[in-house]
């Protein structure tokens, strides 16, 4: 099986475009992340190591739209 990483670089470059990642999207970069690692025995523990780096990044993007929406709620 082919690393796809260069696909996923673009897909990334391309969601960015300017702008901030939300959580959502970070959760489903990940899924797809670890999906690849477990059919890819020759990558698979980097692949693994970076969707756990995807999770922790949409767990504190979570935290910070959590805040957001409680400031604007609060104005």
């Known amino acids: 099986m082919e690393n796809s990483?260069?696909?996923?670089?673009s897909l990334i470059r391309?969601?960015?475009?300017?702008?901030i990642l939300t959580a959502a999207e970070c959760l489903e970069i990940a899924?797809?992340?670890?999906?690849?690692?477990?059919s890819d025995r020759r990558?698979?523990?980097?692949?693994?190591?970076?969707a756990q780096a995807w999770?922790?990044?949409?767990?504190?993007?979570?935290q910070a739209e959590a805040i957001?929406?409680?400031?604007?709620?609060?104005k």
């Open 43 to 50: 990558h698979g523990k980097e692949l693994k190591a970076t």
């Open 31 to 38: 899924n797809r992340t670890m999906g690849e690692a477990i």
């Open 68 to 74: 957001e929406a409680l400031k604007a709620k609060g």
């Open 5 to 9: 990483a260069p696909a996923n670089s």
């Open 14 to 19: 391309e969601r960015l475009n300017g702008k």
């Open 55 to 62: 999770l922790v990044l949409a767990e504190r993007i979570a």
